[in-house]
């Protein structure tokens, strides 16, 4: 990516165009097998470095999937992952448990994730269809240090910039949650990707040239704003 190394004084930008960029990146769930050049991997690193941080701590870290073997590998771990948790959510005394002592975290899982993470994985066991990396060519891993006081906020601002910025360079992308929790919860596939336990994976962007052809920008729910002016407490 060429850019000019010189600072765009305040008020001196197109707001109207970055919104219309922002509301047009898109989440991209049909990738084409067309391979992603490292060089453009690696300025999308670049790019996520530009994020601000607390303190300037620049405590994330990335770990470049470049090529579709390597995403199909942490696809395989992610479906072991769940299939693992769909067969956990299925027994009646885990969910009691859970409802127990864990705020029912497992028995919500079983509601409203069970069905439909039985038919992906479905589809990747039989090879019918990859709905794990919708059929990714390249991913990028953001982790932070565990020891930087901002980490989790700093590594999504980094991982925002590159999911707009991809957009910007042509290129779909998709964060993948379901992999990013098997990361989590599961240390042996942070480790195989050479990820230290120093570290913890707060997302995983899907990159790759889209197959569907976008025409209009994306639709927001109408957001509450609220407003604190200051008085009616005790003085």
Known sequence: V??????????KYDAGELVRLMRSRRSCRN??????DRDVLEDLVRIGTTAPTGSNAQPWCFTILPDRRAVKMLGEETAQFLYHLNKLSEKPLARLYARLVLNDTLGRY??????????????????????????????????GR??????????????????????????GSCVIGFAT????????????????????????????RSREPYKRLAGR????????????GAP
């Open 181 to 208: 929790a098997a990361l989590n919860r599961t240390p042996k596939i942070q480790r195989l990707l050479g990820i230290p336990d120093s570290e913890k994976v707060h997302a995983v962007i899907a990159l790759g």
């Open 110 to 143: 079983h509601r409203e994730y069970h069905a439909s993470v039985s038919r992906i994985l479905e589809h990747w066991v039989s090879g019918q269809r990859d709905r794990i990396f919708n059929n990714a060519p390249a991913a990028i891993i953001v982790s």
């Open 146 to 171: 565990k020891d930087a006081t901002s980490s989790p906020e700093d590594t999504i601002f980094a991982s925002q910039n590159i999911l707009l910025a991809a957009h910007a360079m042509g290129l």
């Open 221 to 232: 729910k109408k957001v509450p704003i609220r407003y604190y002016e200051g008085g009616g």
């Open 2 to 11: 060429q850019t000019k190394d010189t600072w765009i004084p305040y008020g």
């Open 31 to 36: 990738f084409s097998d067309k391979p992603v």
